[in-house]
């Protein structure tokens, strides 16, 4: 009985055990190392180690892809700098030099390679640097259930549709791909035809308007640039050797 008593008053004095010690206290507090705990500087976008104990830490949850790739937020984008920027970036972090690692660094290193490929694929081509150049400004992208865009282009979008749902005809493509490019303003009889404008010129009009911050206006002919794309989608597949 007495030891049954004893064994009730060492569990009512027994010391609860200290629970992990956070790495980020609160709201608006300095971030911290995963690893020792260390305060990190307070870069939200580019991938960085820790001063301390040189762990890598992981990429922001929703990071500014132009930070990361060190470009202004404009839509005209130097491609080699971006070049550059990706190549580096890789070379630092990509996942192969982590193999002898934490299993935590694995892991975000991996994170950090996808995020760098996202990053310079999103703002290398024009149609998905403009369309996250919307999303940062919080403009909604144009659906196809829109009916703002332009019913003559429409029109001539669905003729060069049906031209490539054509039997083949390497030359006909050959016209179709320059049209896409260069618009009516290019030679032979098919563009010829048409009076639309090309991706040449639209990406020309896309960046005027994001200069002047008409997000309206490069809504819309982000919407044109959709449609070129998607031709484009079914010219490469109609070159593809049956």
Not at 89 to 109: I, K, M, N, T, V
Request: proline share 8%; glycine share 4%; aromatic share 6%.
């Amino acid at each position: 009985m007495q030891a049954a008593l004893r064994l009730r008053i060492g569990r009512a004095l027994r010391v609860p055990e200290a629970a992990p010690r956070p790495r980020c206290v609160g709201p608006g507090s300095a971030p911290r190392c995963w690893s020792c705990g260390a305060a990190l500087p307070g870069s939200d976008a580019v991938p960085h180690f820790c001063p301390r104990c040189r762990a890598l830490q992981p990429p922001a949850p929703r990071p500014d892809l132009f930070r990361l790739m060190e470009c202004d937020r404009s839509f005209r984008v130097d491609a080699q700098r971006l070049q550059r920027r990706f190549r580096s970036l890789q070379r630092a972090l990509h996942p192969d030099r982590f193999g002898r690692r934490a299993p935590e660094e694995q892991h975000y290193s991996e994170q950090h390679s996808s995020l760098i490929n996202k990053a310079y694929q999103t703002l290398l081509h024009p149609l998905s640097r403009g369309l996250y150049l919307l999303e940062l400004h919080g403009v909604e992208p144009a659906q196809e259930t829109d009916c703002d865009t332009d019913p003559e282009f429409l029109t001539e979008i669905m003729e060069i549709n049906e031209k490539l749902a054509e039997p083949k005809d390497d030359e006909i493509l050959q016209e179709i791909e320059a049209l896409i490019k260069g618009g009516s303003r290019a030679d032979g009889f098919v563009q010829n035809e048409f009076h639309i404008s090309g991706q040449e010129e639209l990406t020309k009009e896309v960046t005027a308007a994001f200069e002047r911050d008409d997000l309206q206006e490069a809504k819309k002919l982000l919407a044109k640039m959709k449609y070129f794309a998607n031709l484009e989608d079914k010219l490469k597949n109609k070159k593809i050797p049956s």
